[in-house]
């Protein structure tokens, strides 16, 4: 079929999608000399305040700003990016780099909070002197009130660390300005991953020997001056950033930022007053959290010191019910209903099925976990359709998780699953994981050396 490009009203040629995609493959054609250009070798910890806390699997800013640069090259006219599955937020910062409107959503508290912070339009200047005055404030406490009720305290934090961390709380509280305070709990957070009995070796929840922890001399709040230091200043080299690339009026992001605590297989629901959205950006888990990357568990000890009130009036204390609480909540997380069947989704993915189908016995739910995580997903992909514009592009950086043994072809999997939702795969780019800090092997396999990145365009009127 050929595609002929129209006219407007003032007779200018207007390029086809197919065009543009002819146009984005030779943008990205240009980089291919560099096989780092989407891997990026050199990091910045402190690049858009990625460092104030470290959240599990989280992308690279300067990667994800390179793959928007490309796609805004070939559609300048691009005004917002949604991403769907946000975790820390570095899809939204890095879109702030360019003025765009920016809107996420995730299922982890912790995140929200997180990106909540990254992403604020207008921010306290003043906030390390503050952080200081909470510091003394802290410190002068002589109140022995532990200022949480979690289960199981003991086993996770020392005495002396629960002391601290309940005084640090109450100083937290009495500040006046919401940013800050979100501010706050996130170096709180940190602080709480820091000093706790957890091992940080891992994401997954495992008490360190206790021989080891006797040996632990920690101080809650000295960790917490030094991280609310370090926070602030690589937060004001982000908002310089900002000002510098004129993102910046009076002090206060050009733009419009949403940060909401959301099921992505219910985007369609909540984001009406505001979709539809021109990009997407994303990276969303490889499989459910309980086996793969557990952002839930990482995220609870953290959770226990943090007023759910300041994160989101959606945010949900029960999360916090048990340790798997969140995950169990994420995609494949728990047996559920939806139009995506069994059926369905192996008719929908050949490959999957061939993967499936392929699996040795054991674990015996291995199978049946790797179909319950890509019914939600299918769920998930059914929603965020319904909030994107027709021909907008969509950046999906996936990796190929490992059942049994066995690489799951993430995605070759994804690539079919868009195409029978009236997708095109324009291409598919390969970046190498440079800086990984989980083990080159888990339990059953080695893990992930690489991703791929998918750049989709929802096929439109």
């Known amino acids: 079929m050929t595609f002929v490009a129209h006219r407007d009203a003032n007779q200018q040629l207007i390029p086809t999608p197919q065009d543009v995609d002819a146009k984005l493959l030779k943008i990205l054609d240009a980089k291919a000399d560099d096989p780092d250009f989407w891997s990026s070798k050199d990091r910045d910890r402190t690049d858009s305040a990625h460092n104030i806390f470290q959240y599990p699997a989280m992308m690279v800013p300067l990667v994800q700003r390179r793959l928007l640069g490309a796609v805004l090259e070939a559609r300048p006219e691009i005004k917002s990016v949604y991403d769907p599955f946000m975790g820390s937020g570095t899809s939204l910062v890095s879109g702030m780099h360019y003025g765009l409107n920016v809107y996420g959503n995730d299922i982890n508290p912790l ?23 909470v510091v003394s404030e802290a410190m002068a406490d002589r109140r022995d009130t532990i200022e949480t009720s979690m289960a199981n305290r003991e086993k996770w934090f020392q005495a002396d660390v629960s002391l601290e961390l309940s005084r640090l709380r109450r100083a937290i509280r009495k500040c006046n300005d919401l ?9 709180l957070a940190e602080t709480v991953r820091l000093t706790s009995n957890d091992r940080t070796s891992t994401y997954k929840l495992h008490a360190r020997p206790a021989s080891e922890i006797e040996r632990r001399a920690l101080s809650p709040i000295a960790v917490f001056r030094d991280l609310a230091r370090e926070n602030a200043a690589s937060f004001w080299a982000f908002r310089r950033r900002l000002n510098e690339g004129k993102q910046l009026k009076s002090a206060e992001y050009i733009a419009q930022t949403d940060v909401r605590v959301g099921d992505t297989r219910n985007a369609k629901d909540y984001w009406g007053n505001v979709a539809p959205f021109d990009l997407l950006m994303t990276s969303p888990p490889y499989g459910d959290n309980l086996t793969t990357v557990t952002y839930g568990q990482h995220s609870y000890l953290p959770l226990q010191w943090i007023d759910f009130k300041d994160i989101d009036p959606a945010a949900d204390v029960a999360t916090l019910r048990t340790t798997q609480e969140i995950d169990r909540r994420s995609l494949g997380g728990a047996a559920s209903e939806n139009v995506w069947t069994e059926e369905k989704l192996l008719a929908a993915s050949p490959r999957l099925k061939h993967f499936a189908d392929g699996l040795p016995a054991k674990p015996a739910d291995g199978r049946a976990r790797l179909i319950r995580f890509y019914r939600d997903f299918g769920a998930s992909l059914d929603s965020i359709l319904n909030v994107i514009t027709p021909n907008s592009y969509m950046i999906w950086t996936v990796g190929n998780r490992n059942i049994a043994g066995q690489q799951v072809p993430t995605d070759l999997v994804l690539g079919e699953l868009v195409e029978g939702l009236k997708c095109k795969v324009v291409t598919t780019l390969t970046r190498r994981i440079h800086h990984k800090r989980m083990p080159d092997r888990n339990a059953s396999s080695a893990t992930m050396r690489e991703e791929k990145i998918l750049l989709v365009r929802k096929i439109g009127a």
């Open 111 to 133: 995140a929200v909070l997180i990106s909540r912070v990254r992403t604020a339009r207008s921010v306290e200047f003043t906030v390390g002197a503050i952080a200081e005055q």
């Open 179 to 187: 940013w800050v305070r979100r501010f706050l709990w996130v170096t």
